[in-house]
C-alpha cells in the first residue's frame, strides 16, 4: 500500500513537471508569428495558458513546500546539532499538514477540465405539467438565474420570450455573459419542480408544478462550423401573450438547420439583423450541445456519474413553499431557505454539486489508476 501511494506521489509530481513545461512552452508560442497570423490558433493558445497558469502556480509552491520538507527530514536523520533539529521539527510540524492539504488541492486542479465550462451559456426554461402554475413558477424560475447572474457580474440578453396567460413563461430562452458561465450553471439542466398552493386555488390545496431547466454552452464560430446553404430562414411579426402580433413588420426570425433539423428563433429585437445573430448564436449552441451530448454519452459509458448524467428528464431539485424547503436530489441535500434561494442564492447548492462531481472523477481517477 505505502508502495502504491508513493508511485502515485511520484507519478503526479512527474505530471506537474511536465504541465510546467507544457506552460512555458506555450508562453513562447502566443507571441510566435504562428499564432500572431492565425486568430483561431492564437484563442486555443490563450486559452490553454490559462488553464495551465493555477496549476503551474500551485506546482511552484507545492515544489518549494516538498523541498523543504524533505531538507527538514535530512537534518533530523543527519544533523547531531540538538538546536537544528528542533528548528527542523517545527518546520515539520508547520509543513506536512500544509502539504495534505496542498495534495488534495492539486489533485483537484489535475482533473480533466471540461472544455466548455469556461464558455458563455444559453439557458431555456419551459413550463412543464401544472397548466398556468407551471408558467408562473417557470418565470420564478428565470427570475432566480436573473438575479444571481447580476450578484455574479453576468450580463443576460433575451433571446425568445413565449409569456403564461396568467403571468410567467411558457418558455423563455435567454443568453447569459460572463466568467466560466457554463461551468457554473451547467448542472442546472433537469426537471425543477415547485409545491406549493397555487394563486389560482380557493380550497388552498397545494398542488405539484414543474418546469425544465437547459443550459447549453454557447458555440463560437471556430467551435462549430455552419454552412449557409445548410439553414433556412424563415421571418415573421413578433407576438406576444396570446398570439397576438406585437408589430407589423416580419422582424422576428426562425432558423433551420436542415441536415439536423435543429431549430432557433429570436424575437426580441425590432431589428431582423440582429434577431437573426441571436438566433444564429442559438442554432450554433444547439448543433454544439449536441455533439457535446453525445461525448457525455461516451463517458457515461465508462463513468456513471449522478451529477451530470446528461438525463435531462430527470427529476433534480424540488421548491416547497410551505415548509420553506429546497431539496437537490442528485446529492440529497435540503436546505430550509427557500426565499433566499428563489432570490437568487444558488451558489452553495452549484458548490455541492461541483464537489461531488469532482469526488466522482477522483474515484473514478484511483480506480482506473488501481
Same mark, same amino acid.
Given at each position: 500500500?505505502?508502495?502504491?501511494?508513493?508511485?502515485?506521489?511520484?507519478?503526479?509530481?512527474?505530471?506537474?513537471?511536465?504541465?510546467?513545461?507544457?506552460?512555458?512552452?506555450?508562453? !513562447?508560442?502566443?507571441?510566435?508569428?504562428?499564432?500572431?497570423?492565425?486568430?483561431?490558433?492564437?484563442?486555443?493558445?490563450?486559452?490553454?495558458?490559462?488553464?495551465?497558469?493555477?496549476?503551474?502556480?500551485?506546482?511552484?509552491?507545492?515544489?518549494?513546500?516538498?523541498?523543504?520538507?524533505?531538507?527538514? !527530514?535530512?537534518?533530523?536523520?543527519?544533523?547531531?546539532?540538538?538546536?537544528?533539529?528542533?528548528?527542523?521539527?517545527?518546520?515539520?510540524?508547520?509543513?506536512?499538514?500544509?502539504?495534505?492539504?496542498?495534495?488534495?488541492?492539486?489533485?483537484?486542479?489535475?482533473?480533466?477540465?471540461?472544455?466548455?465550462?469556461?464558455?458563455?451559456?444559453?439557458?431555456?426554461?419551459?413550463?412543464?405539467?401544472?397548466?398556468?402554475?407551471?408558467?408562473?413558477?417557470?418565470?420564478?424560475?428565470?427570475?432566480?438565474?436573473?438575479?444571481?447572474?447580476?450578484?455574479?457580474?453576468?450580463?443576460?440578453?433575451?433571446?425568445?420570450?413565449?409569456?403564461?396567460?396568467?403571468?410567467?413563461?411558457?418558455?423563455?430562452?435567454?443568453?447569459?455573459?460572463?466568467?466560466?458561465?457554463?461551468?457554473?450553471?451547467?448542472?442546472?439542466?433537469?426537471?425543477?419542480?415547485?409545491?406549493?398552493?397555487?394563486?389560482?386555488?380557493?380550497?388552498?390545496?397545494?398542488?405539484?408544478?414543474?418546469?425544465?431547466?437547459?443550459?447549453?454552452?454557447?458555440?463560437?464560430?471556430?467551435?462549430?462550423?455552419?454552412?449557409?446553404?445548410?439553414?433556412?430562414?424563415?421571418?415573421?411579426?413578433?407576438?406576444?401573450?396570446?398570439?397576438?402580433?406585437?408589430?407589423?413588420?416580419?422582424?422576428?426570425?426562425?432558423?433551420?438547420?436542415?441536415?439536423?433539423?435543429?431549430?432557433?428563433?429570436?424575437?426580441?429585437? !425590432?431589428?431582423?439583423?440582429?434577431?437573426?445573430?441571436?438566433?444564429?448564436?442559438?442554432?450554433?449552441?444547439?448543433?454544439?450541445?449536441?455533439?457535446?451530448?453525445?461525448?457525455?454519452?461516451?463517458?457515461?459509458?465508462?463513468?456513471?456519474?449522478?451529477?451530470?448524467?446528461?438525463?435531462?428528464?430527470?427529476?433534480?431539485?424540488?421548491?416547497?413553499?410551505?415548509?420553506?424547503?429546497?431539496?437537490?436530489?442528485?446529492?440529497?441535500?435540503? !436546505?430550509?431557505?427557500?426565499?433566499?434561494?428563489?432570490?437568487?442564492?444558488?451558489?452553495?447548492?452549484?458548490?455541492?454539486?461541483?464537489?461531488?462531481?469532482?469526488?466522482?472523477?477522483?474515484?473514478?481517477?484511483?480506480?482506473?489508476?488501481?
Amino acid at each position: 500500500m505505502i508502495q502504491s501511494s508513493e508511485h502515485l506521489y511520484i507519478e503526479m509530481l512527474d505530471k506537474l513537471s511536465a504541465i510546467n513545461d507544457r506552460y512555458n512552452e506555450v508562453e !513562447k508560442l502566443i507571441s510566435s508569428p504562428d499564432a500572431m497570423n492565425d486568430m483561431k490558433l492564437y484563442v486555443q493558445l490563450s486559452k490553454e495558458y490559462k488553464d495551465l497558469e493555477p496549476i503551474v502556480s500551485a506546482y511552484k509552491i507545492y515544489r518549494d513546500l516538498v523541498g523543504n520538507i524533505s531538507e527538514a !527530514k535530512e537534518i533530523l536523520s543527519n544533523s547531531d546539532d540538538p538546536e537544528m533539529k528542533e528548528m527542523a521539527r517545527i518546520e515539520l510540524d508547520e509543513n506536512l499538514p500544509k502539504k495534505e492539504v496542498m495534495d488534495e488541492e492539486i489533485k483537484l486542479l489535475l482533473i480533466p477540465k471540461d472544455p466548455a465550462d469556461e464558455k458563455n451559456a444559453v439557458m431555456e426554461i419551459r413550463a412543464g405539467t401544472g397548466g398556468d402554475e407551471a408558467s408562473i413558477f417557470a418565470g420564478d424560475l428565470y427570475r432566480m438565474y436573473a438575479a444571481f447572474s447580476s450578484a455574479k457580474g453576468w450580463k443576460t440578453e433575451l433571446v425568445d420570450v413565449a409569456e403564461g396567460t396568467s403571468g410567467g413563461y411558457k418558455e423563455i430562452i435567454f443568453n447569459i455573459n460572463g466568467e466560466d458561465v457554463y461551468g457554473q450553471l451547467k448542472f442546472e439542466s433537469g426537471v425543477h419542480r415547485v409545491q406549493r398552493v397555487p394563486q389560482t386555488e380557493t380550497q388552498g390545496r397545494v398542488h405539484t408544478s414543474a418546469a425544465s431547466v437547459i443550459v447549453l454552452p454557447e458555440a463560437e464560430e471556430f467551435d462549430i462550423e455552419l454552412n449557409n446553404a445548410d439553414i433556412r430562414k424563415d421571418t415573421y411579426c413578433s407576438s406576444g401573450p396570446g398570439g397576438q402580433s406585437v408589430n407589423t413588420t416580419y422582424s422576428a426570425v426562425r432558423l433551420t438547420h436542415v441536415p439536423t433539423g435543429v431549430v432557433a428563433q429570436c424575437q426580441d429585437q !425590432k431589428s431582423q439583423h440582429k434577431n437573426y445573430d441571436k438566433a444564429l448564436k442559438v442554432l450554433r449552441s444547439r448543433i454544439y450541445e449536441i455533439e457535446l451530448q453525445k461525448k457525455l454519452e461516451e463517458d457515461a459509458k465508462h463513468r456513471k456519474t449522478m451529477v451530470s448524467s446528461g438525463d435531462r428528464s430527470a427529476k433534480i431539485r424540488t421548491y416547497n413553499y410551505p415548509q420553506g424547503r429546497v431539496t437537490e436530489h442528485r446529492i440529497g441535500l435540503t !436546505k430550509y431557505n427557500l426565499q433566499n434561494v428563489v432570490g437568487g442564492d444558488i451558489q452553495e447548492f452549484i458548490d455541492e454539486l461541483q464537489i461531488a462531481e469532482n469526488s466522482e472523477k477522483l474515484k473514478a481517477g484511483t480506480t482506473s489508476n488501481e
